[in-house]
């Protein structure tokens, strides 16, 4: 059953409705011409039938009259019969002869042999006693037709009513048979004649039929094939756009780095130095004022938390070297600076991570797991982190959750201290990732991302 429906597939439309149509239509075809074919028959066989017994009827009826009042003929009646059928023009046509009485007897007979006897009566015998002509044709399949089925050739078997001249009364059915040679060979002219016709116009109507479809199809096939050049087009250039957003990913993730070594190297290392010089002053107190170490303190105390502001600056800037670690490696990175940055603890969970994954997905999932924990400290009091991390499916799935306040995610504003929420949403889906976020009042946070990355070694 599969093969059929392999090489019924693989078929075009034009051929899949060759195919249909023209069992369809040779079906019909078959139905119509049998159908004009009995159709003829019936009607030949009936007008030669009638106008057979007219002519029979004439010549024969005068003769049965006997049979008004009997079931048997006069010995004068029946000699009339016998020269009638024997050294006429009309024994010539006809090959045998029956006349019937009520319930099947047989009161005449050019077979002599069955005069007196009864035989099942049959339906055009029964039509004939209601009034009306009935025939068969070539059909000899009746217990007393086996004589004349023995003569190898088409007989046109036909019942007529017997009528009373005197009361016009059905008294006796005669049934002739004769040599229908020629009506079988008008009646295949005829059939053949008629098949041919409903041929042609069936072929015509395939062929038409096949015409419109091949348009139809070629249509079809056209826009099917420019509608797949468009998907093509579209593929390609959404390929060039995530590829874009990856080297946009590390090239923005490249000047974060840069801007925090600038700002440890820079003011951090200034800053560090003046702090030297301070307590080089305050270790030498000959050369300063008794009044000065009370400044000398505040400036210290001060260049220290601006030194302080700035190292978590840079920290929050510059991810650690990751590129040349693992996914969970350096996840669990992360999270330990968090922790000791915040002296929290956070719980974590991490199933059959990857150890290769592209580098702009790598540096997505490291800032969604900052932004979430750092937004997890603000709002969420704290040790109520949690990260869960796992691949199944071929898909990479992180969750971030908090048990804090939660908000109405609607109406929140974006967050100017980090990356939030859109930001996040836009470099994740910007690769071909997915985001999520489930929060309200009261029920905590939960962030969500998914990256579909194939079969990993």
């Keep these: 059953m599969s093969r059929v429906t392999n090489w019924w597939t693989s078929k075009n439309l034009v051929s899949q409705f060759a195919l249909i149509s023209s069992l369809v239509v040779v079906v019909g075809m078959l139905v119509i011409g049998s159908w004009v074919s009995r159709e003829i028959e019936n009607t030949v066989t009936h007008n030669a039938a009638v106008s057979t017994a007219l002519y029979i009827d004439s010549m024969v009826a005068p003769h ?78 009746d217990e007393e037709d086996a004589l004349e089925k023995t003569a190898g050739i088409p007989f046109l078997e036909i019942y007529s009513p017997i009528r009373s001249q005197s009361t016009g009364n059905v008294i006796a059915v005669a049934e002739f048979y004769t040599n229908a040679s020629s009506l079988k060979n008008d009646l295949y002219r005829a059939q053949s004649s008629a098949w041919m016709v409903v041929g042609l116009v069936t072929l015509s109507m395939i062929g038409l039929l096949s015409v419109i479809v091949l348009k139809g199809s070629r249509t079809i096939e ?73 400044d000398v303190e505040v400036v210290r105390g001060a260049l220290n938390d601006a030194l302080n502001e700035i190292r978590n600056v840079s920290a929050g800037l510059v991810l650690p070297e990751l590129e040349t670690q693992t996914l969970e490696n350096g996840l669990r990175r992360i999270i330990s600076l968090h922790e000791q940055r915040t002296d929290t603890k956070v719980l974590k969970e991490f199933d059959n991570l990857p150890r290769t994954v592209n580098n702009s997905i790598k540096i997505s999932l490291y800032r969604l797991v900052q932004e ?86």
């Design 222 to 294: 056209s826009q099917r094939l420019s509608l797949q050049e468009r998907i093509d087009q579209l593929s390609s250039l959404r390929d060039r756009i995530e590829n874009s957003s990856r080297l946009s990913t590390e090239l923005n993730e490249r000047f974060l780095r840069r801007i925090g070594s600038d700002l440890h190297d820079g003011p951090a290392q200034l800053i560090g130095l003046a702090l030297l010089r301070l307590d080089a002053i305050n270790h030498s107190p000959a050369e300063q004022p008794s009044s000065g170490s009370s």
């Design 64 to 141: 049965l009259q006997d049979l008004s009042h009997s079931d048997t003929l006069s010995p004068l009646h029946q000699t009339a019969l016998n020269r009638l059928f024997e050294n006429s023009d009309l024994g010539k046509k006809i090959s045998s002869t029956k006349i019937w009485k009520e319930q099947g007897l047989i009161a005449y007979s050019s077979r002599k042999s069955i005069i007196g006897q009864r035989f099942p009566t049959t339906a055009n015998l029964n039509n004939a006693w209601s009034g009306a002509v009935s025939a068969e044709f070539d059909s000899l399949e």
């Design 372 to 457: 979430g924990l750092n937004n997890a400290f603000r709002h969420a009091t704290g040790g109520q982190a949690k990260i869960t991390a796992g691949y199944s499916n071929e898909t990479i799935e992180i969750v971030v959750s908090d048990k804090g306040s939660g908000f109405d995610l609607e109406h929140q504003a974006v967050d100017g201290a980090g990356l939030g929420i859109p930001g996040l949403r836009e470099r994740i889906e910007s690769i071909g990732g997915s985001f999520a976020v489930s929060t309200s009042p009261g029920k905590g946070t939960t962030l969500t991302a998914r990256f579909v990355i194939g079969e990993t070694s």
